[in-house]
């Protein structure tokens, strides 16, 4: 299982996608849409943990 934090470009809508793959398939995932505005989402890599 990957969990991503996901945010919109555009709106900043802010959620965390769960999917039940390797991890070795993680970038063949196509990303959601912001259920708000239509969007794709985008990875949140502004957690202070991964600095």
């Not at 970038?27 to 600095?51: A, D, H, V, W």
């Amino acid at each position: 299982m990957i969990i991503w934090n996901l945010i919109c470009p555009k709106c900043m809508y802010k959620m965390r996608y769960k999917v039940d793959v390797c991890p070795c398939l993680a970038s063949q995932i196509e990303l959601p849409k912001c259920p708000k505005c239509g969007e794709k989402m985008t990875y949140n890599i502004n957690k202070k943990r991964f600095r």
